[in-house]
């Protein structure tokens, strides 16, 4: 069955350091996702990504969050200048439509000190 | 905007025993309804999904969901658990209309189902 490939698995940063997530999304998927789950609280909404545009973000994603598919089969998720808070488990998903369900990854455990 | 209320946190089951996990939604549209189930260390999967048509959905795994529409509630059930049932469930919605589909989720329910 095919899946949404993410990685690393886990990444430990220091503040104020950029990290880029990645994400290799299943490849007939048109719809493209990101979202955060803080240890111990809801999984939230980042942001959506389709036609090689953002088409919909969360409140949570401001200037320090940015999104990229820089070649057809990468998903990336940049986050600038990296806070304590910014430490969650972040899971990329794909869909080939937007509202019927889709498929997430495994996450990244982004841990920053 | 739209807000889903898992009211368990926890759920302790024996195995072989029935279980409901339970959901309840709010919102100004119409929406699809779906559960995923995260296991220990891994990511969300898609257990069921109601889109329209049959109000009772099943999935994998054995579960279904009932989706009650004067009661806003698309409550999880399960006839018989097993052990390897012990996971968190995820109740999530998301807006028929003006969105891209992306999902509001509940807290989640950690069912924990014990031999």
């Known amino acids: 069955e095919p899946e949404v490939t993410q990685t690393p698995s886990h990444q430990v940063t220091q503040m104020g350091q950029e990290v880029i997530l990645r994400c290799v999304p299943i490849s007939n998927h048109l719809y493209f996702y990101w979202y955060r789950q803080i240890l111990g609280q809801k999984v939230e909404f980042l942001v959506s990504?389709?036609?090689?545009?953002?088409?919909?973000k969360s409140e949570i994603f401001d200037d320090q969050f940015s999104v990229e598919r820089p070649d057809g089969s990468n998903f990336t998720l940049k986050i600038r200048s990296t806070k304590l808070e910014d430490s969650a488990m972040y899971f990329c998903?794909?869909?080939?439509?937007?509202?019927?369900?889709?498929?997430f990854g495994s996450g990244t455990r982004l841990t920053v000190v | 905007a739209q807000s889903v209320t898992q009211l368990d946190s926890q759920v302790p089951v024996f195995e072989e025993a029935p279980v409901e996990l339970r959901c309840n939604y709010s919102s100004s549209v119409s929406v699809y309804l779906f559960w995923y189930v995260q296991y220990p260390n891994q990511g969300l999967q898609l257990l069921l999904k109601y889109l329209s048509g049959s109000t009772l959905v099943k999935g994998i795994n054995g579960f279904e969901a009932e989706f009650n529409k004067s009661q806003t509630s698309f409550h999880l059930r399960k006839p018989s658990v097993h052990i390897s049932d012990t996971a968190e469930y995820f109740c999530?919605?998301?807006?028929?209309?003006?969105?891209?589909?992306?999902?509001?989720f509940g807290k989640g329910t950690k069912l924990s189902v014990k031999p």
């Open positions: 998903a794909s869909g080939q439509t937007a509202n019927y369900g889709y498929t």
């Open positions: 999530a919605v998301s807006a028929i209309r003006g969105s891209q589909g992306n999902l509001i």
């Open positions: 990504f389709y036609n090689n545009e953002i088409s919909e």
